[in-house]
């Protein structure tokens, strides 16, 4: 089976303040988007990459893809991240039967989870998350009054790549798309209809959201560098 890596850049990155799109600010000597597509490629499991870019970036996305070893293309990206996805997904080979889907904001997501992930599809579910487990205790909150205390032992943080069926997903989004359902990753489309299964994610591949987030992937870099 083929696998491609959809890298998800569009994102505006507002609550970082910049004048540049997220994915295009800088993290050591390269932007955002290149580290994240960097790993991607580097996995033998991924044989193309294409980006979803904010309109009028597209020409800043290709430079970032410009010394990667495996055949990419481009995309704008729309106004949601949903969209975003249809559009990678249609720009995708027709003998791609997976699909690894990954947030340009998480730029350490390391080589072997893009591998992980797209093995664990072969082995015959529609889709895989990564996840890590929850450690602190969850409470549920009503209008600033603690309601009850959740059992994290069912619970997981998912994280980016998440691979699945080409097939599935295209579908998945369709029919997201006719029932106007909105979600935040690409796994909720799934979870009802399809078989999802989680793998262990990656503590360093955390999401870079906000400037305080942007400070410590900064200074990881500085402290391999070091």
Same mark, same amino acid.
């Given at each position: !089976?083929?696998?491609? +890596? /959809?890298?998800?850049?569009?994102?505006?990155?507002?609550?970082?303040?910049?004048?540049?799109?997220?994915?295009?600010?800088?993290?050591?000597?390269?932007?955002?988007?290149? $580290?994240? +597509? %960097? $790993?991607?490629?580097?996995?033998? +499991?991924?044989?193309?990459?294409?980006?979803?870019?904010?309109?009028?970036?597209?020409?800043?996305?290709? *430079?970032?893809? &410009?010394?990667? &070893?495996?055949?990419?293309? *481009?995309? @704008?990206?729309?106004?949601?991240?949903? +969209?975003? /996805?249809?559009?990678?997904?249609?720009?995708?080979?027709?003998?791609?039967?997976?699909?690894?889907?990954?947030?340009?904001?998480?730029?350490?997501?390391?080589?072997?989870?893009?591998?992980?992930?797209?093995?664990? #599809?072969?082995?015959?579910?529609?889709? *895989?998350?990564? *996840?890590?487990?929850?450690?602190?205790?969850?409470?549920?909150? /009503?209008?600033?009054? #603690?309601?009850? @205390?959740?059992?994290?032992?069912?619970?997981?943080?998912?994280?980016?790549?998440?691979?699945?069926? /080409?097939?599935?997903?295209?579908? $998945?989004?369709?029919?997201?798309?006719? %029932?106007?359902?909105?979600?935040?990753?690409?796994? !909720?489309?799934? &979870? &009802?209809?399809?078989?999802?299964?989680?793998?262990?994610?990656?503590?360093?591949?955390?999401?870079?959201?906000?400037?305080?987030?942007?400070?410590?992937?900064?200074?990881?870099?500085?402290?391999?560098?070091?």
């Amino acid at each position: !089976m083929r696998a491609a +890596a /959809v890298i998800l850049a569009a994102g505006a990155g507002r609550r970082l303040g910049a004048e540049v799109p997220k994915a295009f600010l800088s993290l050591g000597d390269r932007p955002i988007l290149a $580290a994240a +597509a %960097a $790993a991607a490629a580097a996995s033998p +499991a991924i044989s193309s990459i294409v980006v979803a870019a904010p309109p009028g970036y597209e020409g800043d996305a290709r *430079v970032c893809l &410009e010394v990667l &070893e495996v055949p990419t293309a *481009v995309v @704008t990206g729309g106004r949601t991240r949903q +969209a975003s /996805v249809r559009a990678a997904l249609a720009e995708l080979a027709s003998d791609v039967t997976i699909v690894a889907v990954h947030d340009a904001a998480r730029p350490f997501a390391p080589p072997d989870l893009f591998t992980t992930v797209v093995t664990a #599809v072969t082995e015959g579910v529609d889709g *895989v998350v990564p *996840v890590l487990p929850v450690t602190d205790t969850v409470k549920r909150v /009503v209008g600033g009054r #603690v309601r009850d @205390t959740v059992d994290r032992a069912s619970l997981g943080l998912a994280q980016t790549p998440q691979a699945f069926r /080409v097939d599935a997903l295209r579908a $998945a989004h369709e029919a997201a798309a006719q %029932a106007g359902t909105s979600v935040t990753d690409d796994a !909720m489309l799934l &979870e &009802e209809t399809g078989r999802v299964i989680t793998v262990r994610g990656d503590p360093g591949n955390f999401k870079v959201t906000t400037m305080l987030d942007l400070v410590r992937a900064r200074a990881r870099l500085g402290d391999v560098d070091g």
